[in-house]
């Protein structure tokens, strides 16, 4: 199909008496669309309807909407489908949307591979011809290939085309401006500018009402529901075209069937009645491909959009899980004046990896959605819930460990954190201060039983999770011990999900050094190889923290020497940092008659629920033989 000649868009404005002009008769419908290319100044848009007077009390609809005439800016590309079977005049209207037509069969990867700058595609046709193949398909390889929006011109029949393709060269009047958000599903804020009806208001307003009564720029409806309804409350956004044939052999919803429909009549809204420049359908299914519909087109709401006023909808073609971050993008679209279907799916592509919205339409853009920050957790939460499932799930907390009431509180709420929606509500940085306070009231907490506890479970960690994991033989590397000689650092991979990895430190003459959770505090212990019975030994410890933030640092030593030794400080609060060492410091006092012999003392660390064990051996000498190293 070739081009016909149009002006461009900043061109050929002006300001009609009569925006659309209904036709009933194909060859006065032919000769007007010559007449309108033709023209200069383009007067009213010539509508064909087929003697459909639906289509033609839409055209009255829209009155208040479309002030102005308008030849929109065209797709680099196109496709029509079906051309044989439309009405004279119509393919011709339909060509100075696109600036190059295409043959279907050039709906492959490579032609979005291809560099032709400007990108955009427009697929036009009946929806007899809005079929899996090959649209499915080219939908996925416009998203393997970003910055080419694809739109759809389409309707259940010929008129239905005529009157969506005469829409997009209409101009929506400059004082309609509402935006409204109604929705089943959510409760989101509402901003300046944006007419929300939540969850609980669609049950206690009348909502009927101010949908129709509003003569709306944008208005999005979400809820639960199927290709013919969309669910608020009692009330129902309805698709069915009582004007349209009955397709034989074709399923239908309950009304098809029995002499009413299954919610209340009198609240019932005919989604063609809306007065809307566009409608955002946010339920599953609701523009589904004509090979993929569950119910007859009769009753399809995006088919039943397309015979109203709106000129842009936008509608999903499967099931999706639009939410919270979905909602609040939408509204910083409409705000914006975005495109709407841009927006959902580049939200939604969190949830799932392949397009849930279509647009129908030309998709003008009069600007750029504010950027939003990435619906993903902060690292930090998933680290936690690593961790808290280890200790909780993996055996290493027994039922009466004093602690597991509150690790299991806290396992809880990241659970509730992570979700889409709980992502989306919550500011980031009021998240992670929350989240913050939890884990230092924790640190401090489990800090405090291991001085006063050091045979508590969790000093048990990097055996208990050792015995459920391998060595791995390609993180082995040699460093030093803190009694200077060469020793071997290596990871200890966790086999099951209810273990962690564990770095551990082999020295040949101390043995076990020092085991540490994945990004948990580094330790480095400084003292005297010996201290003399009666005396003090005075301990050093070095710390550097997986993160700017607060380190609990204590130090015990084993059982056996606990009578005759007194640890002092109890476990310290250090502020670390993943850049340079801090320390904190520590005495050892030992009583004049504790037996002469090697022993070890143990540093240990919490941050973030990670757990750093480092052992430093001294001995304690007879106190006129002592010596120091």
């Not at 000649?5 to 061109?11: G, I, R």
């Not at 005469?166 to 009047?173: F, G």
């Not at 074709?250 to 005919?270: E, F, H, N, V, W």
């Not at 590397?477 to 290596?490: M, T």
Request: aromatic residues 6%.
């Amino acid at each position: 199909m070739q081009s016909a000649p149009h002006a461009p868009a900043d061109e050929q404005v002006t300001q009609a008496p009569s925006v659309f002009r209904a036709l009933e008769d194909p060859g006065a419908y032919a000769a007007a669309v010559d007449g309108f290319l033709g023209a200069a100044r383009p007067g009213p848009v010539p509508v064909w309807t087929g003697g459909r007077e639906d289509l033609a009390a839409s055209v009255r609809r829209s009155a208040p909407l479309y002030t102005q005439v308008r030849r929109p800016a065209p797709h680099a590309r196109g496709v029509l489908l079906g051309a044989d079977g439309l009405p004279p005049g119509l393919a011709e209207l339909i060509a100075p949307l696109a600036t190059a037509w295409l043959k279907e069969a050039e709906l492959t990867e490579e032609l979005f591979a291809r560099d032709h700058g400007e990108r955009s595609l427009l697929v036009a046709g009946t929806y007899e011809h809005f079929t899996l193949s090959p649209l499915w398909r080219t939908l996925l390889a416009a998203q393997r290939h970003p910055g080419i929006p694809v739109t759809f011109l389409t309707g259940r029949d010929a008129a239905s085309l005529a009157w969506f393709t005469a829409k997009q060269y209409a101009q929506v009047a400059p004082d309609v401006t509402e935006l409204g958000l109604f929705t089943s599903t959510d409760r989101p804020a509402a901003p300046a500018g944006i007419h929300v009806r939540d969850e609980r208001g669609v049950e206690s307003e009348d909502v009927k009402a101010e949908i129709l009564g509003t003569v709306w720029r944008r208005v999005l409806f979400q809820g639960h529901g199927k290709d013919d309804s969309i669910n608020l409350a009692d009330f129902t956004v309805c698709g069915l075209n009582e004007s349209a044939p009955r397709g034989k052999g074709l399923l239908g919803p309950s009304c098809a069937y029995g002499p009413t429909c299954y919610k209340p009549m009198d609240k019932l809204i005919q989604l063609r009645e809306v007065r809307a420049a566009e409608v955002v359908l946010s339920s599953c299914n609701n523009a589904p491909f004509a090979d993929a519909a569950i119910y007859d087109p009769k009753y399809q709401l995006m088919l039943n959009a397309i015979d109203g006023t709106a000129k842009d909808v936008v509608a999903a073609i499967t099931v999706h899980d639009s939410d919270r971050p979905e909602n609040d993008a939408w509204m910083d679209a409409a705000l914006a004046g975005a495109p709407s279907a841009a927006v959902l799916n580049e939200t939604i592509a969190t949830a799932q990896p392949f397009p849930a919205f279509l647009h129908f339409g030309m998709a003008p853009a009069d600007g750029a959605a504010p950027a939003r920050p990435a619906a993903a957790p902060d690292p930090l939460l998933l680290t936690a819930s690593a961790r808290l499932t280890a200790y909780l799930a993996g055996g290493l907390l027994p039922a009466n460990n004093r602690l597991r009431p509150r690790l299991a509180k806290l396992a809880a709420k990241v659970e509730q954190q992570v979700t889409r929606r709980s992502l989306a509500v919550r500011d980031a940085e009021d998240a992670r201060r929350d989240l913050l306070d939890d884990l230092q009231s924790l640190d401090h907490t489990i800090a405090k039983e291991l001085g006063e506890d050091p045979e508590n479970e969790l000093a048990d960690f990097a055996a208990h999770f050792g015995d459920r994991s391998v060595a791995d033989a390609a993180s082995a590397r040699e460093v030093v011990c803190q009694c200077g000689r060469p020793a071997q650092l290596y990871t200890k991979r966790a086999l099951v999900p209810t273990a962690l990895d564990t770095e551990c430190v082999i020295c040949p003459r101390c043995g076990d050094v020092s085991f540490r959770l994945p990004d948990s505090p580094a330790l480095w212990v400084h003292a005297d190889d010996e201290v003399a019975q009666g005396g003090t030994l005075r301990v050093r410890v070095q710390v550097r923290g997986s993160r700017r933030g607060p380190v609990r640092v204590g130090l015990f030593v084993p059982g056996y020497l606990r009578a005759n030794c007194r640890v002092s400080p109890g476990p310290q609060k250090v502020r670390a940092t993943a850049e340079e060492d801090r320390e904190a410091h520590f005495t050892l006092t030992v009583a004049p008659r504790t037996p002469s012999q090697a022993y070890y003392l143990t540093a240990f660390a919490v941050q973030d629920l990670a757990l750093t064990t480092a052992r430093r051996h001294f001995g304690i000498v007879p106190a006129e033989g002592a010596r120091t190293a």
